[in-house]
């Protein structure tokens, strides 16, 4: 009874999908995955960037100290 439940479920939620990925264009869908990855690629190499530079920045501080 319950994996006739689950299957029931699982198989109406990939109908829904494939509904829904014949709807929307395929070349949409990669444009957005596309712009995704250049904004999160633009934040991580941001965040990268500042954490090299603070410890350019503390390495140099060190020297000067000692």
Do not use: A, D, Q
Not at 14 to 39: A, D, H, Q
């Amino acid at each position: 009874m319950v994996s006739n439940l689950f299957l029931y479920l699982f198989f109406r939620e990939s109908e829904e999908v494939r509904w829904r990925m014949n709807k929307t264009p395929l070349i949409k869908v990669s444009l957005y995955l596309f712009c995704g990855m250049v904004f999160f690629e633009c934040f991580l190499f941001k965040t990268f960037f500042k954490y090299l530079s603070n410890m350019h920045y503390c390495i140099n501080k060190l020297k000067f100290i000692s």
